[in-house]
């Protein structure tokens, strides 16, 4: 059974929450180097204590947004081996697309800024959730026979990055003009027509 939230609870989890979209929206406007803790919290309406309460630094804000949606990948698109490892791809890209879509232009924008400025590790960003997942898939697909062997699941995933990155580049670009998800889903499934594909 859930434990129940005290009123104290829900408070800092709606401060925690309200640090995190202001800094994001903060970030998307002027830049991951240019806001600072002090300008997040006078924003807020808090002190600067109080953050530090949450995050060690506004680099943990990026982190974290960026492992919750690794995860939430991860736990959404947990393989269904009765599907085909094509299958199992597309739902994965469509998954990402629309996380995407509805995070918004404003939080995408943000995080791509920070994730630039940051530095943030692929560790803090639950990249390893990414790539353990690409590994299962390239080898699934090995195994049934769908892909090549000499497919290696690291090139396979590095091209994804660069066509996920190159996606959101453009959609952020066109400020929204471009349909994320049919645009990403066409994109990214072309990868998989390469992979089958090669010799």
Known sequence: MKERLTSRDLQARETRERLMRTAMDLIAGEGYRTVTVSRI?????????????????????????????????????EADFSLSAGEIYLRYVDKYMHRIADSGLSLSKSLMLGLLESEVSDDEAGLQLQ??????????????????????????FEQF????????????????????IRYGKHHAGQLLRLLKNKD
């Open 41 to 77: 919290c006078r924003e807020c309406g808090v002190s600067v204590g109080t953050f530090y309460q949450y995050f060690t630094s506004k680099k943990d804000i990026i982190a974290l947004l960026t492992r919750e949606h690794n995860e939430y990948l991860s736990h959404a698109c």
């Open 131 to 156: 790539r353990d997942f690409f590994a299962r898939l390239i080898a699934y697909g090995k195994e049934t026979g769908e892909f090549p062997q000499q497919v290696e699941w690291e090139d396979f």
């Open 161 to 180: 990055l660069i066509t996920i990155n190159g996606i959101l580049t453009n959609w952020l670009v066109s400020q929204g003009a471009i349909d994320v």
